[in-house]
């Protein structure tokens, strides 16, 4: 820990430099950029506000840890801020006093990611808290956090031992289950995780089992986070008598626990409400409520015990979208430079297997196309496993790639491998739910599962659905195909609406997966969805990059500096550069973006542009069809969203009111800024 953070990474006085969450990142940022940790100050600030954007990083007892793992980390680095007047990072008690930006590199080893899991325990200790709110210079901050103070009363095992969160501080002794034998202790296991697997997953560990001392339970913890994870004895499980799940990606290998008494919930409330979710668990214990025996239910598969099935049908149809976007953007740009290094012809050349010519730029071509098509290949029968993963995690990756494999042979396209993908996760669970003899348990994930759910789902759609899906996909191409004029313009605007409005969540991930599936057979009619769908997403960033160019005074000296940084997301058809703004004010910033990517998107189709790249930006777009048509379709978008954006923001100041800033953008509208009041929770 003494290499990660040093004095010259500590602000005792961050209120000084910064009033908002991002503005205290760049302030932290920047001390890790100037010792040489991190290389790209706009770009890791971009990774922390896309991590940011994803779930607050604000913890009760007044701790905001942003955090992100970025390739534009040199190495694991970790920055200390304090601010006496307090930065709102979105904690349910109000703005944060002790700030920790942590900067993990993008391959960061086992060993450094397990130190900053121990700090993120740490944060659950009260004395080790108290003790940074007193210190009393940088130094002696920095040999606090990296454990070379050990002489400290306030960090020794005994201050830690009885430390817990406030959420956990409830008489011990109390039994919500109806008094159980003090020499059988209630026995619980319980799961934490987290989507970068650095801080929240080790946080909600050491705070349940704060709670757990307290309430007299046997807890034991397996976090699954990035510093890679040792599963449970099964011994272990089978001894428990109640489950908590505190996580927000997926439990891995989640048929374990079945048949205990479950709680399931996002990792902030492992965090937050530890002792009440120990409660819970104990009540459901005591009224016998557990999970079925044979694995989980369709409801349990995936997300919150809480989620509607059209909320889970969502995650599980992103979690497919999400592992396919790779296999895209890596076998589609590669074909696309294969056309662009060798012509349009380029796919009737014969396989670089047999015949390459080392001097020739064609048979690098050649080369180049025919890698992308063999990892373009992968679309359908990845997106189908991963749903299929997303419904009932591992078990349902066989049939799940099946069931895609089958699509494509049938020719039924993105809407066979959403079908294949949704009845492989439907058929494990079906079969997960069978009550076996203990005897056949060892090999139903091995053998049983696989064999019979590849035979049910193969047959379902080689004879039942798929012929019905395959001519839908037909019908649909044909579709595209023959659009023109006034159908054009109204399907390009829809694109674009979709692929602004929620700035890359779920929404904008539909409106991209319809484009790019049709990549997988291109058509006329389907590279221009394509060429319309990046054109509309490139729309938000750069409209607001502009527009913090253009009227400056409008926006703070934060988002100002992440107008900079904007100009190269948008540029890259990175639609989330926008996203720092619109959590802002996503009133004004949001209908912008959908106007101008409604234009953009209309006119893409109108002027006839194509596209066989899946990513790129501007980057591809000597690869684009009618390209300076394009790049009008661009700049018209990015107008209009830049004019209604600045004409929102202007109506809104229509007088300078206390902390905003009313002159033009320089030293005085910086110096303004600084006189802000505090923000209020």
């Given amino acids: 820990m003494s290499e990660m953070i040093t004095a010259d990474l500590v602000d005792l006085e961050l209120d000084l430099s910064a009033e908002t969450k991002e503005a205290a990142a760049r302030s932290l940022a920047e001390r890790m950029v100037a010792l040489g940790r991190v290389t790209d100050l706009d770009g890791f ?26 390739a534009h980390v040199a190495e694991p680095t970790l920055a200390f801020g304090r601010s006496a007047r307090g930065i709102d990072f979105g904690a349910p008690d109000g703005p944060a006093d002790l700030i920790f930006l942590i900067a993990a590199p993008a391959g960061a080893d086992d060993a450094h990611l397990t130190i900053l899991s121990s700090l993120a325990r740490q944060l659950m200790d009260a004395g080790f808290t108290g003790a940074l709110r007193a210190a009393g210079t940088a130094a002696e901050a920095a040999a606090l956090i990296s454990g070379e103070r050990t002489d400290d009363p306030a960090t020794t095992p005994t201050a830690t031992a009885t430390a817990a969160p406030a959420a956990a501080r409830e008489p011990a002794g109390q039994d919500p289950a109806g008094g159980a034998d003090p020499a059988e202790p209630f026995r619980i296991v319980a799961v934490t995780s987290c989507p970068t697997g650095i801080a929240h997953t080790y946080m909600a560990a050491e705070s349940l089992e704060n709670a757990a001392r307290e309430a007299g339970v046997e807890l034991t913890v397996e976090t699954q986070g990035s510093a890679g994870f040792t599963r449970l004895d099964p011994a272990v499980i089978a001894a428990a008598d109640a489950v908590i799940f505190a996580h927000d990606v997926p439990v891995r290998d989640k048929p374990r626990f079945a048949g205990k008494a479950t709680v399931d919930v996002g990792v902030k409330a492992g965090i937050n409400r ?18 079925a025996p044979g694995g989980p239910t369709p409801v349990d598969g995936a997300g919150d015990s809480g ?87 591992r078990p349902g990756l066989v049939p799940g790639f099946v069931g895609g494999s089958v699509a494509v042979t049938i020719n039924a396209g993105f809407l066979g491998g959403l079908a294949a993908g949704l009845l492989a996760g439907a058929v494990v669970m079906g079969i997960q739910r069978v009550r076996i003899p203990a005897v056949l348990r060892g090999i139903m994930p091995v053998v049983v599962i696989p064999l019979i759910s590849s035979a049910v789902v193969g047959f379902l759609m080689f004879l039942v659905v798929g012929k019905p899906i395959a001519s ?65 997403g490139m729309v938000p960033p750069l409209a607001m990059a502009l527009a913090t160019t253009v009227r ?39 209908p912008a973006s959908m106007a101008g990517g409604a234009v953009t998107g209309a006119l893409s189709m109108a002027f006839g542009c194509t596209l066989r790249a899946p990513h790129g930006g501007v980057f591809v777009v000597p690869l684009i069809g009618q390209p300076l048509l394009y790049l009008v379709a661009i700049a018209a978008g ?32 910086d110096a303004a800024e600084t006189k802000q009041a505090p923000a209020t929770v």
Wanted: hydrophobic share 50%.
């Fill in 45 to 70: 600030l971009a990774d922390v506000a896309a991590r940011e954007a994803q779930m607050p990083t604000g913890l009760d007892g007044g701790i905001g840890i942003p955090h992100c793992r970025s």
């Fill in 274 to 291: 530890p002792a009440e979710l120990i409660a819970e668990v104990r009540e459901k214990a005591a009224r016998g409520e557990t999970t």
């Fill in 307 to 393: 989620d509607g099935y059209g909320t889970k049908l969502r995650k599980w149809l992103m979690s497919g979208v999400s592992y396919m976007v790779p296999f895209v953007a890596a076998g589609g740009l590669l074909i696309a430079l294969g056309f662009a290094i060798g012509g349009w012809k380029i796919d009737k050349a014969p396989s670089v297997a047999e015949h390459f010519i080392w001097t020739d730029h064609t048979s690098w071509a050649a080369l180049l196309f025919q890698i992308g098509g063999l990892a373009f290949a992968f679309l359908v029968p990845v997106l189908a496993g991963y749903i299929a993963y997303g419904m009932a995690d």
């Fill in 472 to 536: 839908l996909q037909n019908a649909l191409t044909d579709w595209l195909e023959g659009l023109s004029g006034a159908n054009a313009i109204i399907l390009g605007v829809i694109l674009g609406l979709m692929m602004c409005f929620d700035l890359g969540g779920p929404l904008n991930k539909v409106a991209y997966a319809f484009a790019v599936g049709g990549l997988a057979h291109p058509t006329d009619g389907s590279l221009k969805v394509m060429a319309a769908a990046m054109a509309a």
């Fill in 552 to 590: 400056g005074r409008l926006f703070t000296k934060t988002e100002r500096e992440n107008g900079k940084a904007a100009w190269f997301l948008g540029a890259s058809f990175i639609t989330e550069g926008a996203i720092p703004f619109a959590a802002a004010d996503p009133l004004r910033v949001i």
């Fill in 638 to 669: 990015v107008g209009v969203s830049t004019l209604v954006v600045v004409l929102l923001k202007g109506a809104r100041k229509t007088a300078p009111s206390a902390g905003e800033e009313t002159a033009a953008v320089g030293p005085a509208a």
